[in-house]
């Protein structure tokens, strides 16, 4: 006799209570547990995006000092015609210099003027003169201009560097420090939006330095990728998934395929450095190069998605069009892959913010290079937003800080614009069955 059967009905639903209560407490603490792990997830999100906000707003902005300008025509344009040469033989320079000169009531000496002078930014005569291309017509007049405040000031005014400080131990000279508080007194200076963060381009400098020429580099980059990582990826998902003939050959393609999505993005960075630079005599740091790369990085990631979408579609959906008379192809073009495009672009937007924020493949290639200029095209040199962040965050200057928390910024309303645009897109064509 069994021993089930040798308990009396009070034991048995004893037993069965007592289990019952195990299985509720063991379910509790699952879901604590699953609860906890999310809270601890979604804190140590939060704490990112803290850190990120608190050192990334500050390099939004910068410090501007506000100078009365006598353009002088003839000394600033000695030529007349307005050439790079002509300005460059001119004294943009000594202009902004005299008008600081005027506002710190002439200070006397060469050490005070020399100490004067490191104040200001170096680029501040670049400033002059493209203020002076845009407006011509203010020449031989006094205009009010802001130029940018040199970096060790402004981290002084950010309250980074201490008067109390020894003097021996600080970047700025007593000095230094009285003309500031005299400027300050005079309501010269300014706390604003950095218009060189999003209008400069790369440089050692950090009151100057930029993100422009990196983000028209991203944007080519990005462009190249998806030009070619989108056709293909579907077309190979769609020949995978609805024509090739199920044999060993597809079977090992389908298998190289998931496993190129788990390797390492360094490596693609190599091959495109062995195949297309040294192999084909492709030109170092290009958009086109890059773009060729990150495609070919993403390629993996867009065909699973994609076949995965392809194969959600209802069997029905393709039945009924069979029914009506279609071929295959129509079937595949007219029925299956508009009902799939949702998911596919899922996949396309997935690869894309991956192939977004890569660095390693585009250090291989070389868009790491020091370039000053906004590319024109994929075939100029270029480097691009996240390695312009890599660059900056092993500089030591308080402000490529800031500056580096603020591109990250920058990238990530990047990434947020084009997972908006793929969201837009997916409700337009997202259709019910």
């Known amino acids: 006799m069994s021993k089930i059967a ?15 209560a195990r299985r509720h407490s063991r379910e509790k603490r699952f879901k604590f547990l699953g609860q906890a792990a999310i809270s601890l997830a979604i804190f140590f999100l939060f704490f990112l995006f803290y850190l990120i906000v608190v050192n990334g707003v500050p390099g939004l902005f910068q410090h501007y000092i506000s100078l009365d300008v006598k353009i002088d025509a003839k000394r600033i344009d000695p030529k007349g015609d307005f050439s790079d040469e002509s300005f460059f033989a001119g004294e943009a320079s000594k202009i902004v210099h005299e008008a600081l000169y005027e506002a710190l009531d002439y200070p006397d000496g060469r050490t005070e003027k020399k100490t004067a002078r490191s104040l200001l930014s170096s680029a501040s005569d670049v400033r ?9 017509e203010l020449l031989d007049k006094t205009v009010k201009l802001k130029f940018a405040l040199d970096d060790d000031v402004d981290t002084f005014l950010r309250g980074y560097i201490s008067r109390d400080t020894p003097e021996s131990d600080r970047r700025l000279s007593n000095l230094a420090i009285n003309f500031v508080d ?9 706390y604003e939006l950095s218009d060189y963060l999003f209008f400069g381009s790369a440089s ?16 080519l980059t990005m462009v190249v990728c998806l030009s070619i990582a989108f056709p293909l990826g579907l077309a190979t998902a769609i020949y995978l998934e609805e024509i090739a003939p199920k044999n060993w050959l597809t079977e090992m393609i389908e298998i190289n395929i998931n496993n190129l999505a788990a390797v390492p993005s360094v490596v693609f960075g190599i091959m495109g450095l062995a195949i297309f630079i040294v192999a084909f005599g ?10 060729v790369v990150l495609a070919l990085m993403t390629l993996p990631t867009i065909i699973i998605s994609s076949r995965a979408a392809i194969k959600a579609v209802p069997p029905s959906i393709k039945d009924a069009a069979y029914g009506i008379g279609a071929s295959k192809m129509q079937m595949i073009f007219h029925h299956v892959i508009p009902l799939a495009m949702p998911g596919m672009l899922t996949g396309t937007i997935i690869g894309m913010a991956q192939a977004l924020g890569e660095t390693a493949p585009l250090l291989m290639i070389g868009m790491v290079a020091f370039i000053v200029d906004v590319p024109g095209g994929v075939t100029e040199p270029s480097t691009a937003l996240p390695v312009q962040i890599f660059m900056w965050a092993d500089f030591a200057e308080r402000m490529f800080v800031h500056k580096t928390s ?7 309303v990047f990434l947020l614009l084009m997972n908006f645009t793929a969201v837009v897109l997916r409700k337009k064509l997202e259709k019910r069955w």
């Open 282 to 291: 492709f030109p170092r740091s290009v958009p086109l190069v890059g773009g």
């Open 406 to 412: 603020a591109a990250i910024i920058v990238l990530l």
């Open 128 to 136: 002059l003169v493209n203020f002076v291309k845009k407006k011509p």
């Open 6 to 20: 040798k308990m009396s009905t009070k034991e048995v639903s004893e037993k069965i209570l007592s289990s019952i």
């Open 182 to 190: 005299l400027l300050n007194n005079d309501e010269r200076i300014t």
């Open 204 to 219: 050692r400098e950090a009151e100057i330095a930029g993100i422009k020429g990196a983000l028209f580099g991203s944007i």
